[in-house]
């Protein structure tokens, strides 16, 4: 298995433009997990799926952001419009139910301009 | 919900030494505990984890231990090489049940430094 993928791997963008981010979590995993990470909040939890269902966005920082689980193996962030406070990591994380390791994506590195 | 505090936030050690990272946890019901280690640019990686019922893990130099009553575990490194450089991370997460399980709540961190 290839492991999480994520794309883009880099994304510069300027002010109040819409950026998507794109996950393909591990074949069998129920689970998926989106985080942002920045040197000032550390490793935050946006939001996270079970069976493509959203079980809580708690952690979704504005309605700017949103995300969406269309099939058990594909996953999008969107930031619309983006602020230069976006500006972070962006790791997709996906889990299998029998033994419950978490293995992250390689992460989609955002530069908001 | 859960809290994962960890300690220290920094550490340096020399080449060949030990290196001990301490986490505490308050959600007694948590039942597994895993260590990520990140590299400066690169993704969290799972290194080692415990499962609660289990006292001590060990793969080659690193090892984890668990004190369930005083809701703690630790990682352990012997035998640090340079390219153990890296930040470590601490989490723990509820049961299995259902719907809202394998959430992993993270420490902060530990930045820790092999000086050769």
């Known amino acids: 298995d290839a492991g999480v993928i994520q794309s883009p791997r880099h994304e510069v963008t300027e002010m109040g433009q819409e950026v998507t981010l794109r996950c393909k979590p591990i074949s069998g995993h129920d689970y998926l997990f989106w985080y942002r990470q920045t040197m000032m909040r550390g490793l935050e939890l946006l939001i996270y799926f079970n069976n493509n269902v959203p079980i809580d966005d708690s952690g979704m920082p504005e309605d700017r952001f949103s995300a969406k689980m269309p099939n058990a193996s594909f996953s999008t962030l969107k930031i619309q419009p983006s602020e230069p406070r976006d500006s972070a990591v962006y790791f997709c994380a996906s889990v299998g139910a029998e033994r419950g390791e978490q293995f992250f994506g390689p992460g989609t590195r955002l530069t908001v301009l | 919900g859960e809290n994962v505090e960890q300690h220290p936030s920094t550490l340096s050690v020399q080449e060949g030494d030990s290196a001990v990272i301490k986490c505490t946890y308050s959600?007694?019901?948590?039942?597994?505990f895993p260590w990520y280690k990140q590299e400066l640019g690169k993704r969290p990686q799972l290194i080692i984890d415990i499962r609660s019922n289990v006292g001590e893990k060990k793969d080659q130099r690193i090892a984890v231990t668990l004190n369930k009553t005083a809701k703690h575990f630790s990682l352990h490194i012997t035998e640090t090489q340079p390219e153990d450089s890296a930040v470590y991370f601490c989490?723990?997460?509820?049961?299995?049940?259902?719907?809202?399980?394998?959430?992993?709540?993270f420490g902060k961190g530990t930045k820790l430094s092999v000086i050769p």
């Open positions: 959600d007694s019901a948590s039942n597994y």
């Open positions: 989490a723990a997460t509820f049961p299995y049940s259902g719907a809202g399980s394998y959430q992993l709540t």
